[in-house]
């Protein structure tokens, strides 16, 4: 057995496992932020290459024996891999590690369960777990297995405590699904008067940890929380946007729109999460115009554009017009700055445009001010002020 006492704070030795998938995360950088951001610190990592996971164990035995003796050396208290694992390669592992055993999924819903503040957000929690939970069930029964011969055997003890609890779920997941249509059904009456009123609804999306809290705090001098942490907002929070739009004369005309902050998106976001939180997610698919936050200073910014993109496609936001604001513009290096800060990003081969800003700094936040002032002004079928750089959103 393992001395799990000998660490004071929670540790995870981190496994990755290369398939040769395009965008393997040599380093799991990725899934060492999502483990800090659960409360586990990270002490070792392994990756390897292999074709296809092994069907008992999902590496091979020699690698897990590695991993085993890594994780004595590290005193690890859990062992985390980036993939996600059958039911059976879990308990399978677990037992030939002796350690706990958790993938990327599990450690996702977790923060997410960590994180939940609103009532909404507490129940869409609470519905993916139980459907995570539901597929994997016979893992709590292994013990009742063990007495009637072993799993696949039918009929036994284990059984039937399977099958009640299964319904059990079954219950528990209708149940919650109910709580939340009533949640939802509110959440349409808001939706429907901000409408009434004739809002302008702009919604931030993007990649988690881009900076979308930190935009939105800015733009509204508002103060939502943001951290660096992955998931640090979970609910939606809406704001009055007041923009003074000034024409080719100087003339100034104020607008004001709402403008959402919400929950950021990820690779491989667990799909039971996308299921449970369509009612978060439908924000940005109502919105007339999305703003996609984008961290310029990670190197991984083009295939996180595409994360995003696949979950906006995924839950009927594709169509959307949007708008690309590069953050984080003072930590690139002074060779990597943009000539210049407005211009078109080839998106899914429609040029978008697209506005480099600092949310820390503050730099180009007056100029995407003014650009959304003039979007506002032309949804509302008023001619738009003149101003040699602007560009149009897609339609
Ligand atoms: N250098 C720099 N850091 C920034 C900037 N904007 C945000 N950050 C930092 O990036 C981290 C994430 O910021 P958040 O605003 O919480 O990001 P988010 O997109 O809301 O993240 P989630 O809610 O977790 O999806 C924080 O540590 C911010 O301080 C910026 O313009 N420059
Ligand atoms: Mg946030």
């Known amino acids: 057995m393992q001395d799990t006492a000998r660490r004071a704070t929670p540790s995870a030795l981190l496994v990755g496992v290369d398939f040769g998938t395009p965008h393997f995360d040599t380093e799991l950088e990725e899934l060492g932020l999502l483990a800090q951001t659960a409360g586990l610190a990270p002490v070792a990592r392994v990756t390897c290459k292999r074709r296809a996971p092994d069907a008992a164990l999902f590496i091979g035995s020699g690698k897990a024996d590695e991993i085993k003796a890594l994780a004595e050396d590290t005193g690890a208290t859990e062992i985390l891999f980036d993939q996600s694992l059958s039911p059976a390669q879990q308990r399978n592992l677990e037992r030939h590690l002796q350690l706990p055993v958790n993938d990327r999924t599990l450690l996702i819903l977790e923060i997410f369960a ?64 109910e709580r939340l249509e009533r949640v939802k059904k509110q959440r349409n009456t808001q939706r429907r008067q901000r409408e009434r009123q004739g809002a302008y609804n702009i919604s931030l999306v993007g990649y988690t940890n881009a900076g979308k809290s930190t935009l ?117 290096a002074p060779t990597q700055r943009p000539r210049h800060l407005q211009d078109g990003f080839d998106l899914e081969g429609r040029s978008v445009p697209r506005l480099f800003v600092s949310a820390r700094t503050g730099e180009g936040l007056a100029p995407l001010r003014q650009w959304l002032a003039e979007q506002a002004q032309r949804a509302r079928g008023e001619p738009a002020p003149q101003s040699p750089d602007t560009q149009g959103a897609q339609a």
């Open 114 to 177: 960590q994180r939940a503040r609103s009532h909404e957000g507490k129940l869409q929690v609470e519905l993916a777990r139980l459907q995570y939970v539901s597929t994997r069930l016979v893992r709590r029964w292994s013990h009742l297995e063990r007495q009637t011969g072993g799993a696949g055997v039918r009929g036994g003890p284990g059984e039937k405590q399977i099958e009640l609890d299964r319904r059990m779920i079954g219950d528990a997941i209708k149940r919650t699904r």
């Open 216 to 332: 939105f705090n800015a733009l509204v001098k508002a103060r939502a929380y943001a951290a660096d942490q992955l998931f640090a907002t979970l609910d939606t929070t809406t704001r009055q946007l007041y923009l003074a739009a000034q024409d080719a004369q100087g003339q100034g005309s104020g607008r004001s729109v709402s403008l959402s902050d919400t929950v950021g998106f990820i690779r491989d976001l667990p799909h039971g999460l996308i299921d449970a939180f369509q009612a978060t997610l439908r924000e940005a698919a109502d919105a007339d115009l999305l703003l996609h936050v984008v961290d310029a200073s990670n190197p991984h910014f083009p295939e996180q554009i595409g994360q995003v993109q696949d979950v906006l496609h995924e839950i009927g936001a594709g169509d959307v017009p949007q708008v690309l604001v590069f953050n984080k513009l003072d930590a690139l």
